[in-house]
């Protein structure tokens, strides 16, 4: 079966400090995709990355990055100098398992 | 450019009811999905349907059924609603299975 485990449940950072949320996964498949998703407090869920399992290499887009390290199963995100904008709930993914979230409250 | 839309937006309905949540995607993505969230529990798959003509049961299908005769629309069915399945429903598209997925707008129902 797989499952996505994302332990923070809430985390509360000062504007421009960096964070990091952290996603352990499980599967048995030996090729699989994972995704991070974006809920801001307005409710939508926003897209953010995609990646597949034969690359490990890590994605930076602006002040987000991404870190894939298999043999952890695991698939951290940071957040650079954040900003207040960045207040959302974040979702790790396998395809359709979803982690229970991370909310982070970016404080001004 | 649309994307998804979902509707209604809201609904109250009453235990016992049936109701179909609709949705219809503009990108002509082969993929589409299901949710239920629900606070404390994250997302979780109802349905999904990889292409047009077949579905999958997801992690909770239990009351739900779904259809998908086209490549735009993905109706979800509650046949008798009951107040567990009072949540918000969010359908996702992707272009592939291995797509990264867009979200509609969701739905909020509230059976009482």
């Known amino acids: 079966a797989q499952k996505v485990t994302q332990a923070q449940t809430e985390i509360s950072v000062v504007e421009k400090e960096d964070v990091t949320l952290d996603c352990v996964y499980e599967?048995?498949?030996?090729?699989?995709?994972l995704f991070w998703y974006k809920q801001p407090p307005s409710g939508e869920l926003v897209f953010l990355i995609r990646?597949?399992?034969?690359?490990?290499q890590n994605e930076i887009s602006g002040r987000y990055s991404w870190n894939f390290q298999k043999s952890t199963s695991s698939f951290n995100f940071t957040i650079t100098a954040s900003q207040v904008v960045d207040s959302a709930v974040y979702f790790c993914?396998?395809?359709?398992?979803f982690g229970k979230g991370t909310r982070l409250h970016i404080l001004p | 450019t649309a994307g998804i839309t979902q509707a209604p937006t809201s609904q109250i309905l009453a235990a016992g009811r049936s109701m179909t949540l609709r949705c219809t995607q503009d990108?002509?993505?082969?993929?589409m999905y299901w949710y239920r969230q629900d606070l404390g529990l994250g997302l979780r798959l109802i349905h999904y349907?990889?292409?047009?003509?077949?579905?999958g049961k997801g992690e909770v299908p239990d009351g739900y059924s779904v259809s998908r005769a086209n490549t735009d629309d993905f109706p979800l069915t509650l046949a008798s609603a009951v107040p567990s399945q009072t949540s918000v429903y969010f359908c996702?598209?992707?272009?592939?299975?291995?797509?990264?997925?867009?979200f509609g707008p969701g739905t909020r129902l509230t059976v009482l």
């Open positions: 990108m002509r993505h082969n993929a």
């Open positions: 349907s990889n292409t047009a003509g077949t579905t």
């Open positions: 996702a598209s992707s272009d592939s299975i291995t797509g990264g997925q867009f």
């Open positions: 993914a396998l395809r359709g398992i």
């Open positions: 990646r597949n399992s034969f690359d490990e």
């Open positions: 599967t048995r498949d030996t090729t699989y995709y």
